[in-house]
């Protein structure tokens, strides 16, 4: 298998792997959508947090061997069907349909074959690297452990289901950590930090098919065109407010850093924090399928109709979300703290009980408002940092 240089950049089998995730993370919305209570958005997050775990292990992969050369071809394309599979069983993940198989547990069973490929491909990858074999080798317990607790969970209902859920998650995600950075490399800084903006992409995607999806059996009017044009031009400010200086800057960051050090910023800026980014950008999704189901009439609703309860927090609390997690890998990255970015996100929250009694789509309107005036006050703010980081990267 082919190693990955410096400047590597993402092949055609990775943007093709990426797209069973756009499958998946439509699932979650739709899963979500079904049920929008407490209990639902919080089974979408622990779904979103499982599916983010399958693919960002091939993030690092990927970035240590070439995806579309010689068995790494062939083992992409089976995990590629695996997910694609657990993105089948998505709507029985949490409670299984009459007839035919087991949802719950074949998603789990998918699961475990997309990790087992992706560490069985990364010991083959690894040659004769002794500390990255023995990272390997502790890396299995928390795999075992976290698709052992999916498997009970298929067996359970309710509250009991849903913590056991998070026990999984945090078995993955917390035995991760805890076997520390030793032995793990990340050969191309350009290519990890591309990875992770296009998947940002594929989420925000995402979020305009939801907008789509919404309103397909409903006929056209102007109050779904506006709606439509507003939940654009959130999706728009999200995709400026993340690739317009920030890619940039955090790609610098890691490109500088050398060793342990860039894999530490990787794990944490990258695996880590990309996760919320995610999350809130499908929530954010949720909730503009719900608004535009309410403006086109859906179900008896009006214009006058607000939203509120779950799908109004999703909305605006993705999107508070996003703005949070943005800051902190501004932060590891660069040790920027931008204050504006937390100010909007505690707004988001606490304008939310007062939106809840406005129309739905002034409730859109107020959010769009809100990222298009960040978008400009920093447009000004750094002005100049933004012109030389930008130049700087294109030179």
């Known amino acids: 298998m082919e190693r990955v240089g410096e400047r590597a950049s993402a092949t055609n089998l990775e943007l093709f792997f990426d797209l069973v995730f756009v499958f998946a993370l439509t699932q979650v919305t739709a899963m979500m959508a079904e049920t929008p209570t407490w209990p639902g958005l919080l089974r979408g997050a622990l779904l979103l ?4 775990w399958s693919w960002i292990g091939y993030s690092w992969l990927s970035n240590w061997v070439k995806a579309d050369e010689g068995l790494a071809r062939s083992a992409m394309l089976i995990a590629m069907a695996a997910m694609f599979l657990l993105a089948l069983a998505i709507p029985e993940a949490f409670d299984d349909l009459p007839g035919g198989l087991d949802g719950p547990l074949v998603l789990a069973f998918c699961y475990l074959l997309v990790r087992v490929v992706h560490v069985w491909l990364f010991w083959i ?5 002794a500390e990255l074999r023995a990272q390997l080798v502790r890396f299995v317990p928390s795999m075992i452990g976290g698709t052992a607790l999916l498997a009970i969970a298929s067996q359970l209902s309710g509250a009991a289901q849903t913590a056991v859920w998070a026990a999984a998650v945090l078995a993955d995600y917390g035995g991760t950590m805890l076997i520390g950075t030793k032995g793990w490399r990340l050969p191309s800084a350009k290519h990890f930090a591309e990875r992770y903006g296009l998947i940002i992409i594929i989420a925000l995607g995402e979020s305009i098919v939801a907008i789509g999806v ?3 059996h409903l006929a056209i009017s102007w109050p779904i065109i506006v709606a439509a044009t507003l939940g654009l031009a959130i999706a728009g400010a999200l995709w400026w407010s993340y690739f317009d200086t920030h890619v940039l800057a955090a ?3 890691l490109a500088e850093a050398r060793g342990a050090e860039r894999v530490r910023m990787g794990q944490v800026a990258y695996t880590y924090l990309h996760l919320p980014l995610m999350i809130g950008i499908v929530m954010l999704a949720l909730g503009l399928k719900k608004v535009l189901g309410y403006v086109g009439g859906e179900k008896g609703h009006t214009l006058a109709d607000p939203l509120y309860g779950p799908p109004l ?4 609390g993705g ?3 996003f703005m949070f997690a943005y800051v902190g890998i501004g932060w590891r990255t660069k040790h920027v703290f931008k204050v504006e970015r937390v100010v909007l996100g505690v707004v988001l929250l606490a304008v939310v009980p007062l939106v809840s009694y406005v129309p739905a789509m002034a409730s859109l309107g107020v959010l769009t408002v809100l990222l298009i005036a960040l978008i400009v006050y920093e447009w000004f703010k750094y002005h100049d940092i933004r012109e030389e980081i930008r130049h700087a990267t294109h030179e």
């Open 251 to 253: 790609e610098q960051a």
């Open 214 to 216: 919404g309103v397909t």
């Open 319 to 321: 999107v508070a979300l």
């Open 49 to 52: 947090s499982v599916i983010w």
């Open 313 to 316: 927090w999703a909305m605006y």
């Open 125 to 129: 990858a690894a040659g004769d690297e």
